[in-house]
């Protein structure tokens, strides 16, 4: 271990210790011995002022674990609604550098000399945090601009921070069975991924480019322009945004913006962002958001956004149609489909806390979320149950636009909104197009399939000769009539498969059947007959 770990591991262990948490996870397989030891840790863990002082503890501990402090608020399901509310507090703020650095910085990056890449460049900083620093500024060509300036070494103190954070959790993790339900190598992993996005401005860049095309349709959305050769892994350069922030026009009484408009303009937008594109703010609070001339939304910070593949989108927006309706019994399938629930769940119990669920929340008249989406992670903790991130960023984001939308217009139908969408996903989904496409797909799966199958069926045979197969079956076989009785249902049910794709001109599925049957038989005939 070098030096610099070292001494930053030593300070992580004072800071620990400061607030309590050295016992937390100092719990060993030596302590496990001590029960003292184990019923101390354990009431430490209930303390009520647990959040606070972990808060506190992160903020000590500088960038890295504000960052991950702030993660972890986004995930109550992992944390707890206690710990994320109290981590929500946590504050991002840090001593700005001083303009020769950033000057440093800044011509270093782009190449050239400050003077000569812009007619103006303002000394004082607009904005600054623990990774970055905002400068505004005037490009040669006359464009008024804000630049993100990523601060030196910010990249080398978090690798460094992770990696002590990873050994940490991992050793949590194996030793503590509290935190073990919380899965802080699955964590950190997660968080290693997110922040270096983060500290990668090159990724903002592109995030913005990909947004702004999403809307290049619709004029009531605007995305700042950004400036590709003033840009790189640790510059950014954008269209300097002036306009109105979220909280003044919520104040607002004159006639200046049209709240009603804004408030649907926000919600279809964001909506369009999850379940048309796929591809979505991940912290879409009203700091990120600003209002401009003529009530054109802005979206702003684009650093993080959550992205869903298509089969994930679908299976959401079926998830959402199903919310809407509130059928329980298809919400419930659908959550198993997805590999969210386990299929060996307690159905019922959870049905019965569902219906109390859509009971307390929507009533007679379901028109808005009114935080059921928490409720439903909430309830999702209870049964164990660990949400993908993407699928908490979305709820978690969902309920700040509908909170924003409310502002603006307490009257507004949320369910009205989504409606129109999950009717878009189900004519998409009768879309010849989008059919023959798929049939395309499984048409080559297919192929590959039966012209791997000779090959397959030669090293199950050879297997099979040298003893080398093994069948590991579920069910209790416990005699010949057993056997035999799997075999007949095997060879029936293979024999009145009329569709799939075929092969020897018989169903794929039905020969795939025919050859389980024929293992099974050599199996039970090595077994009963030359044993």
């Known amino acids: 271990m070098d030096k610099e770990t070292k001494k930053r591991l030593g300070e992580i262990r004072e800071a620990m210790k400061k607030y309590g948490f050295d016992k937390i996870l100092g719990q060993t397989a030596k302590s496990k011995l001590r029960p003292g030891e184990d019923e101390e ?150 968080f290693d991924r997110s922040i270096h996005k983060e500290i990668d401005y090159n990724n903002e860049f592109m995030n913005m480019q990909r947004i702004s095309l999403n809307f290049a349709d619709n004029p009531n959305i605007h ?141 007679v008249e379901l028109n808005r979320f009114n935080g059921v989406l928490d409720e439903l992670l909430k309830l999702m903790q209870e049964y164990g149950v660990i949400l993908p991130n993407e699928f908490v960023t979305m709820a978690r984001g969902l309920s700040m636009i509908e909170a924003i939308a409310q502002n603006l217009d307490p009257e507004i139908d949320v369910f009205a909104s989504i409606k129109p969408v999950a009717k878009h996903i189900a004519r998409e989904r009768l879309d010849p197009k989008k059919y023959l496409k798929s049939k395309k797909s499984n048409f080559l799966l297919y192929q590959h399939m039966i012209h791997s199958l000779p090959k397959l069926l030669t090293r199950i045979i050879h297997k099979i000769d040298n003893e080398e197969f093994q069948v590991k079956l579920e069910v209790d076989i416990t005699d010949k009539v057993s056997i035999i009785a799997l075999i007949s249902a095997l060879i029936i049910g293979s024999s009145v498969v009329t569709f799939g794709p075929r092969v020897w001109d018989m169903p794929v599925i039905s020969v795939i059947g025919y050859i389980i049957a024929i293992i099974l038989s050599i199996k039970g005939i090595r077994k009963y007959v030359f044993k």
């Open 41 to 190: 840790v354990h009431n430490l863990l209930l303390d009520d002022d647990i959040p606070v002082k972990l808060r506190l503890m992160l903020q000590d501990l500088g960038t890295t674990f504000i960052k991950l402090g702030q993660l972890l608020s986004t995930r109550p399901d992992v944390v707890g609604d206690k710990i994320a509310d109290e981590l929500a507090n946590l504050q991002d703020d840090n001593p700005a550098i001083s303009y020769e650095e950033i000057k440093a910085i800044v011509e270093r990056e782009l190449n050239g000399n400050i003077d000569e890449l812009f007619k103006d460049f303002s000394h004082e900083h607009l904005a600054t945090a623990s990774i970055g620093q905002v400068h505004e500024a005037t490009l040669i060509t006359g464009e008024h601009v804000a630049i993100k300036i990523q601060k030196e070494g910010i990249t080398d103190k978090i690798d460094l921070d992770i990696r002590i954070m990873k050994y940490v959790a991992n050793k949590a993790d194996k030793w503590n069975a509290d935190l073990r339900k919380i899965n802080l190598p699955g964590v950190m992993e997660e």
């Open 223 to 363: 995305i700042p322009t950004t400036y590709p050769e003033y840009c790189t892994e640790k510059v950014l350069t954008m269209e300097f945004i002036a306009g109105a922030k979220l909280n003044e026009v919520y104040e607002s009484t004159g006639d200046e913006y049209d709240k009603k408009f804004l408030a649907k303009s926000i919600l279809d937008s964001y909506l369009q962002q999850l379940f048309i594109d796929g591809f979505f703010h991940g912290d879409p609070h009203p700091g990120n958001i600003m209002i401009l001339e003529d009530n054109i939304v802005c979206y702003l910070d684009l650093g993080m956004m959550g992205v869903f593949d298509e089969e994930f989108k679908k299976n959401l927006s079926e998830l959402m149609v199903l919310f809407v309706d509130q059928d329980i019994d298809g919400l419930i399938n659908q959550l198993m489909y997805m590999d969210i629930l386990d299929y060996d769940i307690d159905t019922r119990t959870l049905k019965r806390d569902l219906n109390d669920l859509f009971g307390r929340y929507f009533g």
